[in-house]
Structure formats: C-alpha cells, structure tokens
C-alpha cells in the first residue's frame, strides 16, 4: 500500500486538539449571544448545529440499520436500499501472484492504463507503469464503438510501448482487469451489463449491453490479443490490493468525490445466492452503500433541499450526507442562508454564493484548516472563490465553526457504517490472540480532508470501545482502482485454472 495504517489509539491523540476546538466555538456562540447584530447568525448555526448532532446513541442506531439493510441486501434482490451486489470475486490476491498485467480503470472524464509485472511474495509488484488519458467529451454522448474504439486505441498504443522489463511468457495471452465504476449488473467475473450511465456519460447504445464484450470487440478491431480477465469497481479494487499486501484486510471503504464499500462475506451467508459455492468458501460483496438511508439519520433542510435539486432526488442519501462531492455544497447552502436572513456577509447577498457547487470541498478543507491567528487563508478563499473581499475575524470564525459542524457529522457517519459492517461479520468486539480487522481506506477526502479522517477514527474508538478498536485498523491504500484491478487479473486468470481443479 506504500503508506503506513494509522489505528484508532494513535490518532485520537488529536481529541484534546478537537476539545479545545469545541471550547473556542462555545466562546465565539457566547459571543455572538452578547451581540444583536450577531443573534440571527447563532440561531441559524445553533439550529444547524442541533440538527447535525450526532451523539454515540444516534450512531449506533444508524450502524445497527446499515447492518439490518445488508442483512436485507443479501436475502433478495431489491430487498434493501442496499444493492448488496455479488461480485463474483471469490479469490483475492494472496501475493503469491507471477506475470505480466494490465488494467483498465474507467470511472470519469480520465481513464487509465496500468501494467504491473508481479514477483510473488519476494517480488510483489516487481514494477508497474501507467498513463492516464481524457475522454473527449463528444465521445461521452456519441456512440458505444466509437466511445470503446478510443479507449481500445490507447490501450493499443500502451501495450506497445512496453519495455523489457515487463515478461510475458511464450504462448501466453495478455490478461486485464477491468475497473468500470458505473452502475453493472454483474453475471460472472468478466461480464456485467450496464444498468445506466452516469458522471456525464450519456450513450444509449450501451446499456443493457455486456461492457466487457464491448471492450473485447473494441480491442479485436484494434488487433490487440488481451482478454479481460476480471470486471471490478474502484471499491472492489481498493479491497484486493488491501488484501494483497496485508492477509488481515476484511474489508474495503471509499470516500471521495462520492463513496462505497465492499466487504469479504461468508458465501453461505448470502441467501439470494443460488449458484454453487466458491470452493475459497468467501464472496466479496459490492455494497453500494452511498444508496443507504434511515430515519436515523441526522438531515437538515439543507439536506432535503439539496437532494431535491439533485439529478438523482431520493437516492443516493448517505453518499449525500458524507462524501466529497457533497459537503463543500451543503457549506454554501448555510452561508447562502446567513447572507439572506442574517446580513453575514452585509446588506446585500454576494451573487457568487447563489452558483450551486461553486464551493468545493477542497476549499472548504483548505479554509477548515486555517490556524492563522487572524484566520488568513479563509478571508482570501471566501474573496476568491465567492467574491467577498474583507471579511471580519467573527465573521471567518463562524465559517470555520460552519465548516465543523457539517464535516465532522459526515465522518462520524461514515465511522457508523463501518461499525455496521465490522457488525455484520462479527468483528465489532475485540479479537483474541492479538488478531487485526484491518479495513483498507482509498479516496481524496479521507486522504487530505485531516479533519474529518481524524474525526472518523476517533468515533470508530468511541463506539466500538478501547478494547475492540485496539485491533481495527484504518489503512489508507493509494491506487486500488488501478493496481487493484490487475491484482485481480492475476487471481482470476485463465492459467490458474489447472491448478485450482
């Protein structure tokens, strides 16, 4: 993974820094009380502020219903908000993994291509190399061949360029992971229809359609000889290169732009499954848990309002509330609010502030973690991004105090759909003889957004309890979309066949 998991006990070393966040907000609300001018701004972020609260008791009971809905995935299709979708890996990377692999992974505007040449134990990933290309966007709308030909075409152009560290043994066919982070119904390891298009794609021609067939047709035009040997997620990904470089990963989270997670299931466990079971006995399931929700959950009008407007309205709703591509919106939805009911930002509302996503996470992040006396770099992102130029102290501080409120409700839930999981397949206890759940991380706002990963692993601590969370660990794995996806190419190939049966 390249990075070093941090456990639960480590990072909340950080709880005295977050308390005396806590106290100095308590000072700005006093504050603002003493002052009329300031009253309708404390009723606005105290309403917020409330309506946000996400005390121990609340979580559990979100956790309980993420482990109640899986429960209800797994029995029939359609029978939860959760997919619970089979993916049909019932063998992840042991690291005993030889050879030559590539991956595609397709989940944007960018797509990637990736060889690794695997080692075995002693090796690992001996080397890899990849390069990332843009989709023109009138392929985006156009026609599937047209859309796969391109992509085919730089796979082609990729697999040329490979140099003579890579080894593909004679007689041997070049074998791909596949990574497609749209919404798939998968039938076997290397096929899956599309259900619909979404980040701006919009190609008729393609759903319903088998994407890997697609692909091969694409790449056979090409004269390119490759075989997909695996049809993955990013989640799914981030999971098997967890697996790969630590035995005890059970279980795999993304959150970034949007979020997932998928997990190892005991193939018996998963009622709705009528094939024959996996001779590994496992079946990694795909949970697309951004579709959960629960009257548990702690909503705002902001939030209401928001889905409303979305392009999705009613789905979607926990990815809604903690990932990415929603905070730095539900941010500019309280700021919009103070500049129209309470003058924040004076007598009249910056036009900027109206533009929906205008304000993004990153930007909220940046201005979160300002610890400039004067609160610097938060009066500069507010003047650049929305417009408004000089800003007061007070006024930078309840931003910051704004900021808080929604980032650490969004990480504490998350951190309660962990422990759903970890309830789930019994991990939410301490493991005797000194055993490790370890729960492999990937996405750009746990990686950069401090706050709110720091706030994830200290509520992990504080509902799973110092003993049990002294074995769960949160380990960041960088690339798993990518690197991942081969890993899965190797654990799926076609040449391990004769020595499975």
């Known amino acids: 993974m390249g990075k070093v998991g941090v456990t639960t006990a480590v990072v909340c070393a950080a709880a005295a820094a977050a308390a005396a966040c806590a106290v100095t907000a308590l000072v700005v609300r006093n504050r603002m009380r003493n002052s009329g001018k300031w009253a309708p701004v404390a009723a606005v972020v105290k309403e917020l502020e409330e309506r946000c609260a996400t005390p121990v008791g609340k979580l559990r009971q979100v956790a309980d219903a993420m482990t109640v809905e899986m429960h209800a995935g797994l029995a029939s299709e359609g029978g939860s908000k959760l997919k619970m979708l089979i993916s049909y890996v019932d063998n992840l990377p042991t690291g005993d993994e ?82 497609f982070s749209f919404p798939v119904r998968q039938v076997s390891i290397a096929s899956g229809t599309l259900i619909k298009w ?26 390119l000889d490759m075989r997909v040997s695996a049809l993955v997620n990013d989640t799914i990904g981030t999971l098997a290169g967890g697996r790969y470089y630590d035995n005890d990963v059970v279980a ?63 789905e979607q709703i926990f990815e809604k509330l903690i990932s990415g591509m929603y905070l730095g919106e539900i941010l500019r939805r309280v700021l919009l609010r103070l500049a129209k009911e309470a003058s924040f930002f004076g007598d009249s509302v910056p036009p900027k502030l109206e533009v929906p ?39 930078r501080k309840v931003v910051i105090q704004v900021c808080d409120i929604v980032a650490k409700r969004g990480a504490r839930l998350a951190a309660a759909g962990i422990v759903g999981v970890l309830k789930k397949i019994g991990r939410d206890n301490a493991v005797k003889d000194g055993g490790r759940t370890v729960i492999a991380m990937d996405g750009g706002l746990y990686e950069h957004y401090t706050i709110f990963s720091e706030c994830l692993q200290c509520t992990l601590k504080e509902m799973l309890g110092d003993e049990a969370s002294s074995s769960v660990v949160v380990k960041l794995a960088s690339d798993g979309s990518g690197i991942g996806a081969a890993l899965l190419a190797a654990s799926h190939s076609q040449y391990l066949q004769p020595v499975l049966s």
Do not use: C
Not at 150 to 169: N, R, W
Not at 362 to 387: A, C, F, R, W, Y
């Open 357 to 395: 996503f205008i304000l993004r996470t990153p930007v909220m992040s940046t201005m979160h973690h300002d610890t400039s006396p004067d609160l610097k770099v938060v009066g500069t992102k507010l003047n650049e991004v929305l417009g408004i130029p000089d800003t007061s102290l007070k006024t």
């Open 98 to 179: 030889t050879g030559l692999f590539y991956a595609l992974d397709l989940g944007g505007t960018n797509f990637r291509v990736l060889r690794v040449q695997l080692g075995g134990k002693e090796g690992r990933v001996a080397k890899h190399e990849f390069e990332e290309v843009s989709i023109p966007p009138h392929l985006m709308v156009g026609g599937s061949d047209e859309l796969f030909d391109f992509i085919a075409s730089a796979l082609a152009k990729f697999v040329a360029s490979e140099g003579e560290d890579f080894h593909l043994p004679v007689g041997r066919q070049r074998e791909l992971g596949f990574t």
């Open 252 to 314: 795999a989270v993304i959150l970034g732009t949007g979020t997932n997670a998928a997990y190892v299931e005991r193939a018996h466990a998963i009622p709705k499954w009528h094939g024959l079971l996996p001779k590994s006995g496992e079946m990694v399931i795909n949970m697309e848990w951004g579709n959960f929700r629960s009257s548990h959950l702690p909503t705002t009008d902001y939030d209401q309002a928001l889905d409303n407007e979305s392009l999705n309205p009613g």
């Open 198 to 223: 979404t980040k701006g794609f919009n190609i008729d021609g393609t759903v319903g359609e088998d994407v890997v067939a697609e692909l091969t047709r694409a790449m056979e035009r090409q004269g």
